[in-house]
C-alpha cells in the first residue's frame, strides 16, 4: 500500500516581487526532511525492512504501508535560470509493516519506484518550461503538480489492485517489468537538480 505525495515548495523572485507557489504548509510540517527521517530513491540502494520506522495500526488492512513523495524546492537563481530539486523520498517513520517477507518489501520498493516514474515525469515537464510571467507560472505549476498526483495516485491503486498487494507473483512480475521498463524510458530526467529557464520576466 502507498501514501504518495508531491510537494511543491516554490519560491521565485524577481527584484523585489516573490511568489510563493503550491503552500502545503500542513502537509510540509508534517514530513521533516533529515537523513535519520527520509531515504532519497537511488537505483542501487533498495528499501530495507528496518527503514520502515513507524508502528503498524491494530487491525491493518494490508500487510504494510510505503509513504513516498517528492518534494520541489527552490536551490538558487541566476539571471537565465531558476535551479530547482525534485528529490523523490521514502519516509521512514510514516511507513510501517506487519510482516518482513522478500517478497513484501520487493512489492513496496516498486510503490518507491513508481513515485519515482512521476518524479521523472515532472523533471521532464519543468526542463522543457520557461519562465515568462509568475501569475502563469503559478497556474503551469499548479496544473502539473494536480495532473501528475491524480495520474500516481491511480497508478498506485491499479498496481496494488492487480497484484493483490503482491500476493498474485505473476502480475507482480508484469508490474516490475512496466515500471522498469518506464524508468529507462525517463531515464534522461534521472537527475534531481535541474534548470528551468527564464524568459523575459513579466510581472
Avoid at 508534517?30 to 513507524?54: C, G, T, V
Avoid at 505549476?141 to 493483490?164: C, F, H, K, P
Amino acid at each position: 500500500m502507498i501514501l504518495s505525495l508531491i510537494l511543491l515548495v516554490i519560491v521565485l523572485q524577481s527584484n523585489n516581487y516573490m511568489s510563493l507557489f503550491q503552500v502545503k504548509n500542513e502537509i510540509k510540517n508534517s514530513f521533516k526532511i533529515s537523513a535519520d527521517s527520509a531515504i532519497i530513491w537511488q537505483k542501487n540502494f533498495p528499501l530495507k525492512w528496518e527503514d520502515y520506522r513507524m508502528k503498524p495500526p491494530k487491525s491493518p488492512h494490508f500487510d504494510a504501508l510505503t509513504t513516498s513523495g517528492v518534494l520541489f524546492k527552490i536551490d538558487s537563481q541566476t539571471k537565465d535560470f531558476v535551479v530547482v530539486s525534485t528529490y523523490n523520498y521514502f519516509y521512514k517513520y510514516q511507513s510501517w509493516t506487519t510482516k518482513n517477507s522478500p517478497e513484501l518489501l520487493q512489492h513496496e520498493q516498486l510503490h518507491f519506484d513508481i513515485t519515482e516514474v512521476q518524479a521523472r515525469k515532472l523533471r521532464k515537464v519543468l526542463e522543457n518550461y520557461s519562465i515568462h510571467n509568475f501569475q502563469a507560472a503559478q497556474k503551469f505549476l499548479n496544473d502539473s503538480y494536480s495532473r501528475l498526483i491524480q495520474e500516481g495516485v491511480a497508478m498506485q491503486n491499479r498496481y496494488d489492485m492487480e497484484t493483490q498487494h503482491g500476493r498474485n507473483l505473476v502480475e507482480q512480475a508484469k508490474w516490475e517489468k512496466k515500471i522498469h521498463a518506464d524508468l529507462e524510458t525517463y531515464k534522461a530526467f534521472s537527475n534531481p537538480i535541474l534548470k528551468i529557464k527564464k524568459g523575459t520576466i513579466r510581472p
